[in-house]
């Protein structure tokens, strides 16, 4: 059989599917999972980046505050000293902290005691009122203030810093601080290779930024996704780690930290493929582990299945071989589970299958023996008959001849009918004897056949002068319908002769007084056709399969008038030309026999 | 099987195969043109100044430009090149320009506003990387945050220091009271000087100095009206005539408070002015931005975030001046 898949294909897929599944599920899982803490574990990474940058920046305002903590106090004692003293101290200040671009002394009351510029003219006990001023305000509450971030030129971004007032006599330090400044402290946060920190004002422009150019254009970046979130949740606590675009569209992972007494946001970014590049490795890893580990399964599956079909295919061969004949063959299968003890099945079945055809054989041999023996019995015994029978036979036949025709004196009308009768009886045993003899002929194949040409309507009016009489007596039409075309015919004659006179018999035999009997002929193609038709009592369908066979004879006809082998030697005669014969007949409607003989084409 | 789309299908493989070479190729001939380009393409940085081909001590300048670009990874001589204007003469500045131009230099750097003006004038196509005073009210920007056209740079905001200047002079002797500016009117810087508040009760008046000729007549003038100190400008003609006028000076025994840190090593007493190494820094920035494709139009102007002062102890010492406590103290680079 032409397997469309074998049981190898079958397996591995079965196997390699099953495997698989279990591997791509569990990696799939595994994969999930951890890219999911992964990306957790990033993002509060990135939230730690932006605390740390927050509090660096914090420091450095700090760094500023404690710088004018440090100069208010000495100050306290000299609201009453010198103003050059005065003086001297803001400028020590300004010599303290470059990010101070100016700085103001103030009496608790508002007005200002010195002032000192990077750029301005400083001024003396100038007097001039600040009370309005919210630095004063705020830094005459007792806390330090920081006012809103102001571009100067509309370019250099500048905060207020106001401290100092912690006693009601203590002065107030104002000072501007020069933001630019904070461009040391962001370029120096290292995030990644290509991210930055960076930090707004409350109003969403950027005021620090590794790129100064950005800062110095007044860059405003409220409208950015994650700039709005950082406004809407200022809280100390709050920290979004979120992918976002940035100002150029490009998408960015970022936090931010706030600084709340500035109102400040520090926001730490990174490119999104940068900041997942180690979560993408990672997914790649177990990517090609997952390939690695499925080509492995579908190795292990071929070879797996290669093991447990290899036995499977040793059965089928053996099976086939056995199927084939050969008994002897035995399946070799080694394997200690079912499927060696179903190859032992196979083999004990084989053996029993040997053993039955060995005994079968010898009974067959015997058989014929016996056939053979019987066989020449049978012709033995025909043999004698022929010989033992007939001899005795003939003289019954011509004695009873001899006495029937009174040559030896005149017999009484009692005597002549015996006489009679012994003749007629005798004649029949003859021909019965003779007609047995020529079926076994027959049968044992050794009747030859005397094939010759003649004269076919010479052969018909032979038999048909043989049932005249009879017909005569009966008063039976005999209507003779030859084809004129048909003059010589090619076949035993004397068999010829012995066929129709057998069908022209039996047709006076069965057809009433008065009837009608007809003989005709006729060429059908490289044969020709003789057929003998009568009026008489018809075969009914049910007989007609068996009038061919030995010894029978319809319900009804004078059994003393026939052997009953006459119509079967007739048939077997004509299948010896290589004819055949059939009937056509219906009860009380008469019968018409056919039979055809071949004729040879050189003839 | 019957495939419907069988990969290895002959025609499949040739259409493949052939794409796969087309794309080598394609890439090989893309990268050894790019590296080509590359090759012959070596970014030229064009130096226009009004300076003497001499630089003299602005050495240290030109130094920290090359050293900065280097760093940030521009190979002088393989991805980079300078080419030198230093005409010494503001009348030859416009054809130094257009020197460059035809040179065809991806970026030009001029110092002071005239050569800026001259670039300006010039070409609106290369990009300028200035370094001026006054670059708005000089018309070279229209703002220092958004500069528009093709240059930008540095807004040096000398001139804005005079009266701090003034001031200083007065620091150091309460008895100034009258000051001469010795500089160049053409220049215009004396004109922001007069809109400045100056110190109260000190009188100034200026010195105009053209060439190195007027300097006699200027120190004669100087002489005649009782002058207590004197400011040097910081045009680059004052800077031209640095021997000349630290010279004038000494003879007259006249304290001087100057600009730039440079006049200091030269004998100068005192220097006021914005920290000109911190803003080469930014320089070095602008030109890298724009050599990587940045547009000057999107770079603010930047201003300096540092004024130094600068005290020579030996010229006072020489001038038989004591420097104050406060000045000393406030001083960034002292000279002694």
Not at chain 1, 432 to 446: C, F, M, P, R, Y
Not at chain 1, 533 to 552: H, K, M, N, R, V
Not at chain 1, 569 to 595: D, I, P, W
Request: glycine share 8%.
């Amino acid at each position: 059989m032409n397997l469309r898949r074998g049981l190898v294909v079958k397996y591995v897929a079965y196997f390699a599917t099953l495997v698989s599944v279990v591997l791509v599920a569990s990696s799939l899982l595994g994969m999930y999972l951890s890219y999911g803490k992964d990306r957790q574990i990033l993002g509060q990474l990135q939230q730690e980046r932006a605390r740390s940058a927050a509090l660096q920046i914090e420091r450095f305002i700090q760094e500023i505050e404690r710088h004018l903590a440090r100069s208010t106090l000495p100050l306290i004692d000299m609201l009453t000293g010198s103003r050059e003293e005065q003086r001297f101290e803001l400028s020590k200040l300004l010599r303290q902290v470059p990010a101070i671009a100016d700085a103001a002394l103030l009496a608790p009351d508002g007005s200002e005691l010195a002032y000192v510029s990077r750029l301005g003219l400083d001024a003396e006990g100038s007097g001039k009122d600040w009370t309005s001023d919210p630095a004063f305000v705020a830094a005459r509450g007792g806390s330090t203030h920081f006012g809103a971030v102001h571009f100067r030129k509309e370019t250099e971004p500048y905060l207020t810093i106001a401290a100092g007032g912690r006693s009601k006599v203590g002065p107030i330090v104002v000072t501007e601080v020069n933001l630019k400044f904070i461009w040391d402290v962001v370029s120096r946060i290292e995030v990644g290779t290509a991210g930055r920190a960076y930090v707004i004002d409350s109003n969403g422009y950027l005021i620090a930024h590794p790129d100064i150019s950005l800062v110095l254009r007044k860059t405003d970046l409220s409208a950015l996704s994650q700039v709005r979130a950082a406004r809407m949740d200022s809280s100390a606590n709050a920290a979004i780690s979120m992918v976002a675009d940035d100002r150029t569209s490009r998408s960015v992972l970022t936090s931010f930290a706030p600084i709340p007494a500035l109102g400040w946001f520090v926001f730490v970014e990174q490119p999104v493929a940068e900041a997942l590049a180690p979560l993408y490795a990672t997914l790649w890893r177990t990517g090609w582990l997952l390939i690695g580990g499925l080509l492995l399964a579908l190795l292990a599956s071929v070879l797996l299945a290669r093991h447990v079909v290899q036995p499977i295919r040793a059965l089928q061969k053996g099976a086939g071989e056995i199927g084939a004949g050969n008994l002897d063959h035995r399946i070799a299968v080694d394997t200690g589970d079912e499927l060696e003890v179903l190859a032992g099945e196979f083999n004990r079945m084989a053996a029993q299958l040997h053993a039955s055809y060995a005994g079968l054989e010898a009974k067959v041999d015997e058989r014929t023996r016996d056939l053979a023996v019987a066989n020449r019995h049978k012709s033995e015994f025909l043999a004698a008959m022929s010989h033992e029978l007939r001899t005795p036979l003939n003289a019954i036949i011509g004695f009873s001849d001899v006495l029937k025709r009174q040559m030896y004196g005149v017999l009484n009308p009692k005597q002549a009918k015996y006489a009679e009768v012994i003749n007629t009886s005798g004649k029949h045993l003859l021909s019965l004897i003779n007609e047995i003899l020529d079926l076994s002929k027959v049968e044992a194949g050794k009747m030859e056949l005397d094939i010759s040409p003649f004269n076919l309507p010479a052969a018909v009016d032979n038999a048909l002068a043989l049932i005249r009489d009879r017909a005569d007596i009966k008063s039976i039409a005999v209507d003779v319908r030859l084809d004129s075309r048909l003059d010589i015919a090619v076949a035993d004659e004397r068999r010829f002769r012995q066929i129709l006179l057998n069908l022209l018999s039996n047709a006076v035999k069965f057809t009433p007084e008065k009837g009608s009997i007809a003989v005709a002929s006729t060429r059908l193609g490289n044969a020709i056709e003789v057929s003998v038709s009568d009026t008489g009592i018809g075969i009914a369908p049910e007989d007609q399969a068996t009038i061919f066979d030995e010894f029978s004879q319809l319900n009804g006809a004078q059994r003393s008038e026939g052997t009953g082998l006459g119509l079967a030697l007739a048939k077997k005669l004509v299948e010896l030309h290589g004819g055949a014969m059939r009937v056509e007949s219906a009860v009380g409607k008469g019968a018409k026999f056919t039979f055809s003989l071949p004729q040879p084409e050189t003839y | 099987m019957n495939l419907r789309r069988g990969l290895r299908q002959p025609g499949a493989t040739l259409t493949r195969r052939r794409l796969l070479v087309c794309l080598t190729l394609a890439f090989g001939a893309f990268a050894a043109r790019t590296r080509a380009e590359t090759k012959s393409k070596m970014a030229r940085v064009g130096i226009v100044t009004p300076f003497t081909a001499d630089p003299g001590p602005e050495d240290a300048y030109w130094r920290m430009l090359r050293q900065g670009l280097q760093e940030r990874g521009w190979e002088e001589g393989k991805t980079i090149a300078f080419e030198h204007r230093h005409v010494g003469n503001f009348a030859r500045l416009p054809s130094a320009v257009n020197e460059m131009i035809a040179l065809e230099v991806d970026v030009m750097l001029t110092a002071g506003a005239p050569a800026a003006l001259a670039a300006k004038g010039a070409t609106d196509r290369i990009p300028i990387v200035f370094w001026a005073d006054d670059p708005v009210g000089r018309g070279i920007v229209a703002s220092l945050a958004l500069p528009r056209g093709n240059a930008t740079g540095i807004a040096r905001q000398g001139p804005e220091t005079y009266a701090k200047r003034i001031e200083l002079l007065r620091q150091l002797s309460a008895g100034v009271s009258r000051v001469a500016i010795i500089d160049n009117p053409v220049l215009a810087t004396p004109l922001a000087l007069r809109q400045q508040r100056i110190p109260r009760g000190i009188d100034v008046f200026d010195v105009h100095i053209r060439a190195a000729e007027d300097l006699s007549s200027g120190f004669a003038v100087i002489a005649q009206r009782g002058v207590d100190a004197v400011l040097v400008g910081d045009t680059v003609t004052t800077w031209l005539l640095r021997t000349e006028i630290l010279e004038g000076l000494t003879k007259a025994r006249l304290p001087a408070v100057f600009g730039d840190v440079p006049w200091l090593a030269l004998g100068g007493l005192i220097t006021y002015g914005p920290n000109n190494l911190v803003l080469m820094r930014q320089v070095v920035i602008f030109i890298d931005k724009i050599l990587r494709g940045a547009k000057p139009a999107d770079l603010p102007v930047e201003q300096p975030m540092q004024f130094d002062l600068g005290i020579n102890l030996t010229t006072a010492k020489t001038l038989g001046i004591s420097i104050p406590r406060e000045l000393l103290l406030r001083a960034d680079r002292i000279v002694e």
